[in-house]
């Protein structure tokens, strides 16, 4: 059981959870596939719904803009409401407000990608994007979660926390390889974090994306825990992992250093 699922499990045994709201959020996660339009059955299908809840859930999304059905093959797509939350959270988060310009500068520094993510228990979820000149789509999109055991800038943040708490997860990780590259075996996931530990940044080569290396450094708040980090991401074509650590892991360092602060 993921860590979500057992808060979930949690919750529903509190007197002031609604079900109805958690299953309605549950609609909108459907979509998290990448997929751009469902059917009501598919929609029906993900959530463990019968066909009259999803038609009730769909219905009501679709009237407060969540949710938008094409008139013509009776399937939904998210709607553009959604991106107004995405913005609001955007623009109330200081830390992304502080490290958005300090980011760009970084970017036209290095002529590399610059990415800041944000810890979210097994995952990272990726807030700002500075992209360079070779890109492909999804590098461009924030929002996008990524597992935080495989990441430079997940591993980069599991350092900084207790091994008990490493451990725990790691065992709620799923811990399947994303390229033929990516380090998924458990001991060798821990002599990685370690590294990083005591580099005080982490590198990744190939271990998302093939031909792709990534440096990262933890951005930490005020007890010490990790909140997010700061990612330079270039091609092997350019560099070797010796080379482009010893270029960008000291400055994605710094960076996230600087940016503790703000958290």
């Known amino acids: 059981m993921t860590k979500a699922s057992e808060r979930n499990s949690d919750a529903r045994e509190d007197a002031l959870y609604v079900g109805s709201l958690e299953k309605g959020l549950r609609v909108l996660g459907a979509f998290g596939g990448g997929e751009q339009f469902k059917t009501l059955r598919e929609i029906g299908q993900a959530c463990g719904m019968d066909k009259s809840a999803a038609q009730r859930f769909t219905h009501t999304l679709v009237q407060l803009g969540y949710l938008e059905k094409c008139p013509d093959t009776k399937r939904f797509s998210l709607g553009k409401r959604v991106l107004e939350l995405s913005f609001n959270y955007l623009r109330a988060n200081t830390l992304i407000e502080a490290a958005s310009p300090v980011l760009l500068d970084l970017q036209k520094a290095t002529g590399q990608r610059v990415n800041l993510s944000l810890f979210d228990d097994t995952w990272i979820i990726y807030a700002i994007r500075q992209i360079s000149k070779r890109e492909y789509y999804y590098s461009s999109l924030i929002g996008r979660r990524m597992p935080v055991w495989c990441t430079s800038g997940g591993r980069i943040m599991l350092s900084h926390l207790p091994r008990e708490e490493v451990n725990d997860i790691l065992k709620r990780c799923t811990l399947k390889p994303l390229t033929p590259r990516t380090i998924h075996e458990p001991a060798r996931i821990r002599a990685r974090i370690a590294e990083a530990r005591e580099k005080g940044y982490a590198l990744t080569a190939e271990e998302t994306v093939l031909g792709e290396q990534v440096v990262a450094g933890a951005i930490l ?37 600087a940016l503790s602060r703000h958290g």
Do not use: D, W, Y
Request: proline share 11%; glycine share 10%; no cysteine.
């Open 221 to 257: 708040g005020p007890r010490g825990m990790p909140l997010a980090a700061v990612h330079i991401a270039g091609s092997l074509s350019e560099f070797t992992p010796n080379q482009f650590e010893k270029k960008f892991g000291p400055l994605a360092a710094e960076t996230a250093h």
